[in-house]
């Protein structure tokens, strides 16, 4: 997914750690909305913890269930 999505000219960034991942989500909001991918609830948790008066939107995406 994340070559089709660099493909159309989206910034896509890997991260092993929940913590790095929303933080680099929250940066990016920064500047752009961004939307970040996952499949942990914790991720969400974070979320709502550090993604306080953005200015851009954040939102949180379920990682797509392949079969």
Known sequence: M??????????VQ???VDTL?????VKSAE????VLVGEDID???LLCYH????PRAIYFRPEPMLH
Request: net charge positive.
């Open 2 to 11: 994340s070559d089709k999505l660099e493909r159309v000219g989206c910034v």
């Open 21 to 25: 991942s929303v933080m680099n989500a």
């Open 51 to 54: 993604a306080k008066n953005l």
């Open 43 to 45: 991720l969400m948790v």
């Open 31 to 34: 500047f752009v909305d961004t």
């Open 14 to 16: 890997h991260a092993k």
